[in-house]
């Protein structure tokens, strides 16, 4: 038995070798831009950026005059993300800890959960357990935005098996497997290494309906404010991503 959850394993280095290929400088920007025109908050508005990453959302929303809190439980992420900000000389409250804990009452404006940050604890009760952290944290009439892989989507189009070959010669063999019970997407992640190394590693990943997440966000104190299918504000549909924005009650 592993006592060491896959997200505290595979977030590092062979997650940022796996996805930086995908998240140009250019595409993470326009989705800067969406999540400000979804939020629709004034400059000075305080944000937290809830698994922020190396803060690829969190240091241009901050550029934006946004007053900027990322939270995420890889310290070399924030580590990274700590050089960025100084770099690009903006203010940034980073914040060690497990999306579970999160160390604010009645704060933010908004907060914000990007990239499929979601869904990836042990059971429903830990996922609902941070939309309640999520609620506390922010002020009243604050905006919670959740952008994820939408499940209508995954299923719709599921494949159990893909491959990549990356231009470095790197190739990521991945099997997946969609659990109909707990609605998980497990994936075992085979990395190839142009050296002849081998590496592997687990995801599982609860992927919610619109339904199931509005379902939560009531249960907590969230209405229902907004949904598309993606940061540009494009509409939801069975081939889109999933972006929900809830507002905790006045
Ligand atoms: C898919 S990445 C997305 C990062 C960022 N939002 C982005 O779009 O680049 C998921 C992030 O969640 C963080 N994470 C994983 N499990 C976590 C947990 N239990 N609590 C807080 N952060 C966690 C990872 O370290 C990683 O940075």
């Known amino acids: 038995m592993n006592d060491i959850a896959w997200y505290q394993e595979f977030f590092g280095e062979d997650y ?13 920007l326009r989705e800067v831009d969406g999540i400000s025109k979804l939020l629709h908050l004034p400059a000075g508005s305080s944000i937290l950026d809830l698994c ?6 969190t240091i241009p929303l901050a550029q934006r005059g946004y007053q900027m809190t990322g939270l995420d439980l890889n310290e070399s992420f924030l580590q990274r993300a700590r050089t960025d900000a100084l770099a690009q000389g903006v203010q940034v409250e980073w914040v060690h800890s497990d999306m579970r804990y999160i160390p604010f009452e009645h704060t933010f404006d908004a907060v914000i959960n990007i990239f499929t940050s979601f869904g990836y604890l042990e059971n429903e009760e830990e996922n609902l357990h941070v939309l309640q952290q999520v609620h506390k944290a922010l002020k009243p009439g604050g905006l919670f935005l959740l952008e994820s892989v939408y499940q209508n989507k995954l299923v719709r189009s599921f494949s159990p098996y893909g491959i990549i070959r990356y231009d470095d010669g790197l190739l990521v063999l991945e ?10 997407n497990n994936v075992h992640i085979t990395m190839f290494t142009p050296d002849g190394q081998r590496i592997e590693h687990e995801q599982s990943v609860r992927l919610y309906t619109l339904s199931e997440v509005v379902g939560m966000f009531a249960t907590v104190g969230l209405r229902l404010q907004a949904y598309y299918g993606g940061l540009d504000g494009s509409p939801l549909s069975m081939d889109s991503r999933l972006v929900v924005v809830g507002r905790k009650q006045e």
Request: glycine share 6%.
């Open 16 to 28: 940022l070798r796996i996805y930086t290929p995908f998240l140009s400088e250019e595409k993470t």
């Open 175 to 184: 099997e997946r497997s969609f659990d109909l019970l707990s609605s998980r």
């Open 52 to 57: 922020c990453g190396h803060g690829r959302h």
